[in-house]
């Protein structure tokens, strides 16, 4: 019977331990098992290959973005570099061109070093994407909603055009997770997230996951996953499982006061864009002028001002210095990745904390900037 998404994130792992009935996956630490004899295996030989535990994590997100394996590896950057070995010198991929600054940054290394050219595209119109696609181009990749000005993507419509084309769609779920958006059930390929965000959820590790669609996919990804050897430790897998047993209690959470304060900075004169795609709990906006940015995080007192999303308590992120810094200046101002725009993480606290914290921030600038003329 397939269980619901809840029960399947809460008892992820239990009572995985037959021997000693243990409610809770053990933590294998051992990197080398023994053999009884040649040619005998338990199905554990070296730890990079496959671990027990980390193998749970790994059967347990396949499960829950709807894939056929799963891969757990160091990093969120570890995973996309995983994905991204599966292309070869002068293969081509089109990205969506409001994408996490780490992923384009990573893409122009590969171009440099290994001729894998990586192009841009408007992916909320289709016309954009074709007229790019060339007999070269291997991948459509995207984060929907965008990073960070928070434009929701139709998967399936994309699934479309790479289908009709013979491409890998690959997704990167970091920001809505299975909970809120199943990539793979609308007919993409690979889904990756930084674990590091939501899915671990507190802030404490940094780990990255791959998901993908069909035996032979699988079967390469597998390979190359044990032979680059960027996969998860042992004790951060346990971690992460312990985070997504309360992905859905915390994902309702963010959403609920990312409403509330969508709504709150939409009403705030000195806030002239809200960028909520009405899901999940990540949104941006842009501050009437750029003077204002740095009195508004140096004035944050509950909230902090920090580069990375998807914990249990927020964060505000500038992603023109921090998550987007190594975009061109102008190529990132011309994606709309203007020195006015701050990234929000949502946290979980009390909403009415959060709206006082920013409340505070506004009523001392306005002091400022009146001030000042
Ligand atoms: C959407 C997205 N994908 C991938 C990454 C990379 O993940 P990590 O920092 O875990 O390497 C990040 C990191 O910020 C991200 O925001």
């Known amino acids: 019977m397939t269980k619901k998404l809840e029960t399947q994130l809460v008892q992820l792992g239990n009572k995985s331990d037959q021997k000693t009935g243990a409610v809770n996956p053990p933590i294998y630490l051992s990197t080398a098992y023994q053999h009884e004899h040649l040619g005998h295996s338990t199905g554990y030989d070296y730890t990079r290959t496959i671990n027990p535990t980390r193998e749970i994590l790994e ?57 894998i050219l990586s192009t841009y595209a408007n992916f909320s119109n289709s016309e954009s994407i074709e007229k790019q696609i060339t007999s070269k181009t291997k991948a459509l990749f995207i984060e929907t909603p965008t990073n960070p000005l928070m434009v929701e993507i139709d998967i399936a419509k994309i699934a479309q055009i790479a289908k009709e084309n013979d491409l890998l769609l690959i997704v990167d779920n970091t920001f809505l997770t299975p909970y809120f958006q199943q990539p793979i059930e609308y007919g993409a390929h690979i889904v990756i997230h930084s674990a590091t965000k939501y899915i671990g959820g507190h802030n404490d590790v940094l780990a990255g996951l791959v998901v993908a669609k069909g035996e032979a996919l699988c079967d390469i990804l597998s390979t190359k996953h044990n032979s680059i050897g960027a996969v998860l ?141």
């Open 59 to 115: 059967k347990g997100i396949a499960d829950l973005e709807s894939g056929d394996a799963g891969f757990a590896c160091s990093s969120g950057m570890a995973a996309i570099q995983l994905v991204l070995s599966l292309f070869r010198s002068g293969d081509e991929l089109i990205l969506e061109e409001d994408i996490y600054g780490g992923t384009y940054r990573l893409l122009k290394q590969y171009e440099d070093d290994y001729g």
């Open 233 to 373: 430790s042992p004790t951060d897998s346990w971690l992460i499982m312990r985070g997504l047993k309360t992905l859905h209690l915390r994902m309702r959470e963010h959403q609920k006061n990312a409403m509330k304060i969508s709504e709150y900075l939409s009403d705030e004169p000195l806030v002239t864009d809200v960028l909520y795609p009405g899901k999940g709990g990540m949104l941006s906006f842009r501050l009437k002028e750029s003077d204002m940015v740095g009195p508004f995080l140096e004035n944050l007192q509950l909230i902090s001002f920090a580069e990375s999303l998807g914990g249990v308590e927020s964060f505000i992120t500038y992603p023109p210095t921090q998550t987007h810094g190594d975009i061109p200046v102008e190529e990132r101002t011309r994606r709309g990745v203007c020195d006015r725009l701050l990234r929000f993480s949502v946290g979980i606290e009390d909403a009415k904390d959060l709206i006082a914290d920013l409340q505070h921030v506004f009523t001392q600038l306005k002091r400022r900037f009146t001030q000042n003329g």
